[in-house]
């Protein structure tokens, strides 16, 4: 499902088409394609005029800002700017947190045009969309680019998919019903608001592919987790996808695809060679809660594709093969980052593969052809004591071991921290009076303590890969968190009420009565990995509590929150955080920070680098995170060296 609540609380105040479709994380391009910088992920810019030796020279270059911003109310959390732009010859791509989608000069920031997908702004509880896609013809690469030729496609919040002319921004009319199509049809009956598009649609030769995020922990007959491809010309219906186990129909007896399913919310890659759609699913619903999901009718359990990596075929839809991450996930361990596609280094030779983090920072490699693991896996006992009435729990849990776990999970009372002796105290009673049996420890009614908690590990920032060198560098946190059951006669004017089981849920990040986490800093720290050999290379805190607290306490580094980073072929490293107000550069080969700029507010996107008119821009969406402290914004910054310097 779609990224946990439990951010809010945690805190403590010039290309081809078969180019654009690359199935590795090469970027060959000093555009910015997708919104991974391939098809396939990787977060990687090929660009290299900002280099470790004249990083600290980048000064801004351009500002634009939409005016598309909603504060908190009691009714509505705060507007979230999640963008990663696309930049295609010159212009770039984006759409703001209210579906409205703008084309701008990538040199200069000028606007050329703005379309409004005239959403309502108020009927949606989490406001943002992460990216837009691209598609350009066969004819457009042979030069005749007439209209929707070069068609920008986004998704909307209340379940639309969009079709626009990337000249002009009009609705290219020949897509749908003059323009978009509604991904809600045959649904089971919901509200709007459980249901809409927040990742940019993926692009498969003339297919675009989307699943949608549902809204967590709210019944367990939510709308079908459906992923479903059209023809990117006609907006017609090619394939779906509703992820039920093998023997069980996929459409219920309404007609309708059959729900409860787990969802696709986060980003889909492609691998065009190969004709696949590799999708992360979400685990089913509702997170906490998984009683009622044993098999029936010979079929096996309802989330028989939950938490996991699945691979369909690019025409038809059907599986090629899956590999879950966690098995009868009910800790919402969902995978919430984009599958990213790699050549990989195994023993004498190099294999396709694909990367994935998850938030129990566990780093799984798998063959793209198949789904084995590239690495060992062990299939080792979990808990199996203090799971409530009516729930089940599977007997064993996958552990990937090439890479090191890059959170602890062996967290107990004894690990308590504090600011001080009278907070740690409180922290220590608090860890001993939760049911703790290490990762994988089911919610209970008594309280269970989650170690990483349901933010993650790694969430949906995705880790960035230098494909020469195989360096992986991914945000993680290092926060636990308590998730406790509570009987249906106790849940009245509960937010996450879990309905049709027999508990709503509560939960929170472990917190000690000052506000800050149970566990010692750092609380989020960028994690280098060297992939061929699995070992850290290096790790730093990432943000500091400058704009958390007054001065003089901004000593602690390390903050838990949203961050991505992003990695250039020059040896550079970017990225902000939710809940700081700066924006970094870091050397890739041992994570000394090289600059740093003062922003307005908080920059939680994933930052992207692109050329224009030979001068190299690094870019980054600055407008905060509904779960952060920082305020809403809308600023797309664009920084790049002096005139003189980038001529040197």
């Known amino acids: 499902m779609r ?63 939409s005016g598309d911003i909603r504060e908190a109310s009691a009714a509505l959390p705060k507007s979230s700017l999640q963008v990663t732009p696309i930049v295609i010859e010159g212009v770039m791509y984006y759409c703001t947190p209210f579906n409205r989608v703008f084309a701008l000069d990538a040199a200069t920031g000028e606007e050329r045009w703005v379309f409004d997908a005239r959403i309502d702004r108020n009927s949606d509880v989490l406001n943002h969309c992460r990216g837009v896609s691209s598609w350009r013809s066969e004819a457009w690469h042979k030069g005749q680019r007439g209209v929707c030729e070069h068609r920008i496609i986004t998704g909307t919040l209340d379940a639309r998919l969009i079709a626009l002319d990337a000249d002009t921004g009009r609705l290219c009319s020949d897509f749908g019903d003059s ?94 060679e190969r004709n696949l759609v590799i999708v992360p699913t979400g685990n089913s619903p509702p997170d906490f809660y998984g ?111 090439h890479v090191e ?85 106790q849940c009245e004017g509960s937010s996450q009420p879990q309905l049709g089981t027999p508990y709503c849920i509560e939960v929170a990040p472990l917190l000690s009565p000052l506000g800050v986490p149970c566990s010692p800093p750092p609380w989020g720290t960028l994690d280098a990995i060297d992939l061929a050999s699995g070992a850290l290379r290096w790790r730093v805190p990432m943000g500091t509590t400058r704009d958390l607290a007054p001065f003089p306490f901004w000593f602690f580094k390390g903050l838990p929150g949203v961050a991505a980073p992003m990695m250039t072929a020059s040896g550079l490293v970017f990225s902000g955080i939710s809940d700081e107000h700066s924006f970094r550069a870091f050397d890739a080969s041992n994570g000394e920070l090289l600059w740093q700029r003062r922003l307005p507010t908080a920059a939680n996107a994933l930052p992207m680098t692109y050329v224009a008119d030979g001068r190299q821009f690094v870019v980054v969406a600055v407008g905060g995170h509904w779960s952060a402290s920082s305020p809403p914004g809308d600023y797309i910054m664009a920084f790049a060296l002096p005139t003189a310097a980038a001529e040197r």
């Open 405 to 489: 776990p890059l959170v602890a999970s062996d967290f107990g009372a004894e690990d308590a921290w504090g600011i001080t002796p009278w907070d740690r105290g409180a922290c220590k009673k608090k860890i001993a009076a939760l049911q703790n049996q290490g990762l994988f420890t089911p919610p209970s009614e008594q309280g269970s303590l989650h170690f990483p908690f349901s933010g993650g590990g790694n969430n949906w920032g995705s880790p960035s890969i230098d494909p020469e060198t195989g360096l992986m560098v991914v945000y993680t946190m290092h926060v636990p968190g308590i998730a406790k059951l509570k009987p249906r006669d």
């Open 179 to 272: 323009g978009a199509v509604d991904i809600a049809h045959r649904l089971s009956p919901h509200e709007p608001v459980e249901y809409g598009i927040t990742s940019p649609p993926a692009i498969l030769g003339d297919t675009v592919i989307t699943g949608a995020a549902v809204l967590d922990n709210i019944r367990t007959d939510a709308p079908a987790g459906v992923v479903r491809a059209y023809d990117v010309r006609s907006g017609a219906l090619r394939w779906a996808w509703n992820p039920v186990p093998p023997g069980l129909s996929e459409i219920d007896a309404d007609g309708n695809y059959r729900s409860g399913t787990t969802n696709v919310w986060s980003i889909i890659s492609v691998d065009a």
């Open 291 to 401: 009683g009622h999901r044993r098999g029936t009718g010979g079929a096996g359990p309802l989330d028989y594709y939950s938490s996991s990596v699945v691979a369909l075929n690019g025409s038809t839809g059907e599986v090629v093969w899956h590999f879950q991450t966690v098995h009868h996930d009910i800790w919402d361990y969902d995978v919430p980052a984009q599958p990213t596609l790699i050549d990989l280094p195994v023993g004498n030779g190099t294999l396709p593969a694909v990367v994935q983090v998850t938030k129990t920072g566990r780093v799984f490699a798998l063959h793209r052809d198949t789904g084995r693991p590239l690495w060992p896996v062990e299939e080792r006992p979990a808990p199996q004591a203090g799971a409530a009435d009516g729930e089940y729990l599977a007997p064993t849990q996958p552990y990937p071991v």
């Open 3 to 65: 990224s946990s609540t439990v951010l809010c609380l945690m805190l403590l105040a010039a290309c081809t088409a078969q180019q654009a479709q690359q199935s590795t994380a090469r970027a060959d391009s000093t555009d910015w394609l997708a919104w991974g910088g391939t098809a396939g992920g990787g977060h990687f810019g090929a660009a290299s005029q900002i280099h470790p030796g004249n990083v600290g020279e980048l000064e801004l270059a351009w500002v634009h800002q």
